[in-house]
């Protein structure tokens, strides 16, 4: 397998947005210890794929150039590595690859085994696709920061998604109605129905004076907000808090982290919480399970062939994505 070629799309530096990418000719990727090869079915843009591209992670990520960017993505196993125990050719599966190292746009990847899931039949790729980083984080923001069990027990709380029509928001609006939580979501007017439909209990069109205020129409001020929008600052937010309310912010801005400082140091109740992802096969194989029965689903902005990769880059960066943005090879 390893002197075999694959379509693959690249970039060869930082900058240069979607125009950038470039699409060659590979080598197929032979899968080392504890490796998986994968033959791509499905890859899911996040943000911080282009985010990576623009150098805000350097000199972290990516490892090197030329760099095969996407991390989130759904394959068959057709090649595993030296003691992988838990897959075998054939098997279906779910995978989160790393920042540093990518692989998701292209036509075969190698994973390691410890963060790969299965996929059952019920899930197609796509909708496993769009899990590891959005769905992940909106679980984390949820059930660790949050403290939501997401079996419906525990005391009612009220919570505010923001940007909840965007990849993290739409699962984050869902996963929170599986607790016992009552929702107020923002989004644009466009979307306000779609945001309803996954289970928000009331919606603000963020271009509203009250949406901008984040005033909750029933009057409720919030025990937790999932932050996934950017730019509000802590003002805005501060006067919706409940006492001691907590702002779990997912993009956090240098002053974002001046103000989770400022309120620990002064023993604020009312907190802001930097979040970022730290991922678990455990919880992705939760949220595939949650996709089988039923109560989860993955909302598709659009998908994308491999030929046209950069015009779903471009998507992902124009910053108005209803769900989320696949890629098929
Ligand atoms: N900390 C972490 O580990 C972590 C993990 C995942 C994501 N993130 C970050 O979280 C952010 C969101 O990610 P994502 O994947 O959800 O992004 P996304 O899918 O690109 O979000 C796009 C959506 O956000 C909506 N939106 C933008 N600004 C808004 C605002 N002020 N109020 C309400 N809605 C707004 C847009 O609505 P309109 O089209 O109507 O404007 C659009 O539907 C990104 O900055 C990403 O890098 C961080």
Redesign the pocket.
Known sequence: MASKLMHAVQYNSYGGGASALKHVEAPVPSPKKGEVLLKLEAAAL???DW?IQKGMLRPFFPRKFPHIPVTDVAGEVVEVGQGVQKFKPGDKVVTFLSHANGGGLAEYTKASENLIVSRPSEVSAAEGAGLP??G??AH?CLTESAGIKLDGSGQQKNILI?????????YAVQLAKLGNTHVTA??????IEFVQSLGADEVLD??TPE?AALTSPSGRKYDVVVH?????PWSTFEPNLSTNGKVI????SPSAFATFALKKLTFSKKQLV????NVKAENLEYLVKLVKEGKLKTVI?STYSLSKAEDAWAR?M????????IVEP
């Not at 923001?162 to 739409?170: C, D, E, I, K």
């Not at 996934?228 to 509000?232: F, V």
């Not at 912010?249 to 956090?252: C, E, K, S």
């Not at 124009?318 to 943005?325: L, M, P, S, V, Y």
């Open positions: 996040n943000p911080v985010k980083i959005a992940l984080t984390q923001t940007a909840a029509s965007g990849g993290v928001g739409q923002t989004c644009g007017a466009r979307n963020y271009k949406g996934c929008a950017t730019g509000i912010d997912i993009t956090p930097p979040l970022f992802l902005d992902s124009d910053g108005h994505a209803t769900g989320k943005i």
